[in-house]
């Protein structure tokens, strides 16, 4: 109990040299305790790969409470009025929303996202990706993220979208900004920035919505725009949350993907030989890409109902429960030798891209834009090497790298 006791004190989600490489302490926490509170953050933190799986599918909790409860029923600060624009704009975004507002925008979102239209665009995506490589190879050492991951991953979703590729680095500039909002230490200037990014993003997003109105286009918000379900529509807040929910969780992750996973194939060059010789897909590559090195940490949720036990664990209403997913993906009880990076593991029921009802809309489209990105730098740079120490971003839960420098031979 004691070595518990150490292992909690001494978790500190700011400290480089956990963010370096967790999955040490992680691994040492899962196999002392599946559930533990972090008087820190103020959660129950899942450690177990069955834990986690289950509470993602458990209705009794939800990633939001404002459908059930007031702040002060639970106990909890009201919205700050100074970010307006920034709550307004993620009021209608499927991670911010339960049944039933969740279940009506999802089914209408699904309708416009379905995988056989995410199969239509991979020629498109394949061309993007041999346009930024040709770049790469006339660069010889190139940045993978900055000259690669990041503007192939923000083309994709922007022409998903249908948005111009040239507003790519504007829409990323808000996005980084927006995202700031998330961090548990976020001062009031990054607030104010994230919630000035936030209310340029809803107003240019509006004006879209009624140029595509006026001349349709086949893309997603067009589409969402046109979408009727049995008489239900969606309105422009929605589209617009939707279309922000969409253009920021499906830039950052992918990139992180990428970035994390060629750093693990590199540091594993009996892996990224087996990808040289065939003799492992790049789609089934991609899949021990997302266990071994998660570029999404934690999500959590909170407790709706009474009577929530977890691991043996009472849990109250109104109660935080964090999942660690990069504990839970190396967990023995599921995986064979979990901390080996197997590229032929081919698992795809990992818990990567969650479960449940929230279980990620964009999976079909991540692991479409992985697979093309992989097999594209397989292919032309077999020999790549690491050309410099690889330069992490300074957080937990959003696992990436700022920078990995590559040199072709
Ligand atoms: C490797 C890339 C990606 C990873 C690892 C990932 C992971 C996840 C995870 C774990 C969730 C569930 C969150 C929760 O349960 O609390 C999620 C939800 C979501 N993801 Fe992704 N994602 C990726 C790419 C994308 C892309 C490309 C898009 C958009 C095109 C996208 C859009 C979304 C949306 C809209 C949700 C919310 C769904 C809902 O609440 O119903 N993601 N993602």
Same mark, same amino acid.
């Given at each position: ?10 978790? !500190?989600?700011?400290? =480089?040299?956990?963010? %370096?490489?967790?999955?040490?302490? +992680? #691994?040492?926490? *899962?196999?002392? $305790? @599946? ?111 900055? !000259?690669?991951?990041? =503007?192939?991953?923000? %083309?994709?979703?922007?022409?998903? +979208? #249908?948005?111009? *590729?040239?507003? $790519? @680095? ?125 570029? +999404? ?113």
């Amino acid at each position: 109990m004691s070595d518990l006791r150490d292992l909690i004190d001494g978790l !500190d989600f700011y400290d =480089p040299a956990f963010i %370096a490489d967790p999955y040490p302490r +992680l #691994g040492r926490l *899962r196999e002392a $305790a @599946p559930v533990f509170r972090n008087e820190q953050t103020g959660h129950w933190m899942l450690t177990r790969f069955a834990d986690v799986h289950e509470t993602l599918r458990d209705r009794r909790l939800g990633r939001v409470y404002h459908h059930r409860y007031t702040a002060a029923e639970l106990g909890q600060p009201e919205p700050d009025p100074r970010w307006a624009a920034f709550h307004q704009h993620e009021r209608w975004s499927l991670l911010s929303l339960e049944p039933p507002d969740h279940t009506r925008i999802r089914r209408l979102v699904s309708k416009v996202f379905t995988p056989r239209s995410v199969a239509a665009l991979e020629p498109a995506v394949a061309a993007l990706s041999r346009e930024l490589l040709d770049r790469c190879r006339e660069l010889r050492t190139f940045d993978l993220l900055a !000259d690669y991951a990041q =503007p192939f991953s923000v %083309a994709v979703i922007c022409s998903v +979208l #249908g948005l111009p *590729r040239g507003d $790519a @680095p504007r829409l990323l500039d808000w996005s980084h900004a927006i995202v700031k909002m998330y961090e548990l230490r976020a001062s009031d200037e990054m607030k104010a920035r994230a919630d000035q990014a936030a209310g340029e993003f809803v107003d240019y997003t509006k004006a879209l919505i009624e140029a595509k109105r006026r001349v349709p286009d086949g893309s997603l918000i067009s589409n969402l725009v046109g979408v009727t379900d049995g008489g239900d529509r969606l309105t422009d807040d929605e589209i617009v949350s939707t279309a922000v929910v969409l253009l920021e969780a499906g830039h950052e992750a992918t990139v992180n993907t990428l970035g994390n996973g060629m750093r693990a194939l590199l540091d594993h060059r009996d892996q990224w030989q087996r990808l040289i010789d065939g003799e492992v897909d790049p789609a089934v590559a991609v899949e021990e890409l997302l266990r071994y090195d998660s570029p +999404l940490q934690m999500f959590d949720r909170w407790v709706l109902e009474p009577g929530v036990e977890i691991a043996g664990r009472s849990m109250a209403v109104g109660d935080r429960v964090a999942m660690l997913f990069g504990s839970a993906q190396r967990d023995p009880r599921r995986f064979d030798a979990p901390d080996r990076f197997d590229v032929g593991r081919g698992d795809p029921a990992h818990i990567g891209f969650g479960g449940g009802i929230h279980f990620c809309v964009g999976a079909p489209l991540a692991r479409m834009e992985l697979a093309v990105a992989l097999s594209d730098l397989v292919r032309r740079f077999p020999g790549v090497e690491i050309g410099a120490e690889p330069v992490r971003h300074p957080a937990f839960v959003i696992r990436g790298l700022t920078e990995l420098r590559l040199v072709v031979p």
